[in-house]
T-cell receptor
């Protein structure tokens, strides 16, 4: 079945640094989504990507849908302490909308 | 603005007991999804509804699990004869029925602990 691999598994960075994380798949995807989850809460949608090559920003966050349709990256610029959380990539099934999630990248930011 | 709500937020039960969780989606969303999340993993799809119709169930959803959405509004997820392996966070998400169904809004989850 489909499998998403996220890297790195965890990151510990200094406030103000830029962050980059990515997600790869063995299959071609039609939709990439990036979610953030904080402790004790459900995931929150950050960015949705629908076309190969698409580059989309949401404030300090930028994500791209790889042209091979098998990968995506998420960048966070000038990190702040509230960026702490687990970032998940997900693929959306074209028929049902069910999401397949990666294992997540845990981000910690040191003030 | 009311988001997706789930009740209870936490449930502790003994093995063999039945439990039921409730999800109230965003009112104008006609799609409703249930996911399960274990520690250190991403959410895993369980089932989804379009209005009151349950259209897909994952193989993860054994016959001890049943979900309903009787009037196309709130949904319930019941687990019968709970097992320790059922301990997890159960997440509900809702979405519009058009292309927006990829963009799912999650509730805070119900954390189940089976002793």
């Amino acid at each position: 079945g489909q499998q998403l691999n996220q890297s790195p598994q965890s990151m510990f960075i200094q406030e103000g640094e830029d962050v980059s994380m990515n997600c790869t798949s063995s299959s071609i995807f039609n939709t990439w989504l990036w979610y953030k989850q904080e402790p004790g809460e459900g995931p929150v949608l950050l960015i949705a990507l629908y076309k190969a090559g698409e580059l989309t920003s949401n404030g300090r966050l930028t994500a791209q849908f790889g042209i091979t349709r098998k990968d995506s990256f998420l960048n966070i610029s000038a990190s702040i302490p509230s960026d702490v959380g687990i970032y998940f990539c997900a693929e959306g099934s074209s028929n049902t909308g069910k999401l397949i999630f990666g294992q997540g990248t845990t981000l910690q930011v040191k003030p | 603005d009311t988001g997706v709500s789930q009740n209870p937020r936490h449930k502790i039960t003994k093995r063999g007991q039945n439990v039921t969780f409730r999800c109230d989606p965003i009112s104008e969303h006609n799609r409703l999804y249930w996911y399960r999340q274990t520690l250190g993993q991403g959410p895993e799809f369980l089932t989804y509804f379009q209005n009151e119709a349950q259209l897909e169930k994952s193989r993860l959803l054994s016959d001890r699990f049943s979900a309903e959405r009787p009037k196309g509004s709130f949904s319930t997820l019941e687990i019968q004869r709970t097992e320790q392996g059922d301990s997890a966070m159960y997440l509900c998400a809702s979405a519009r029925g058009d292309r927006g169904f990829y963009e799912q809004f999650f509730g805070p989850g119900t954390r189940l602990t089976v002793l």
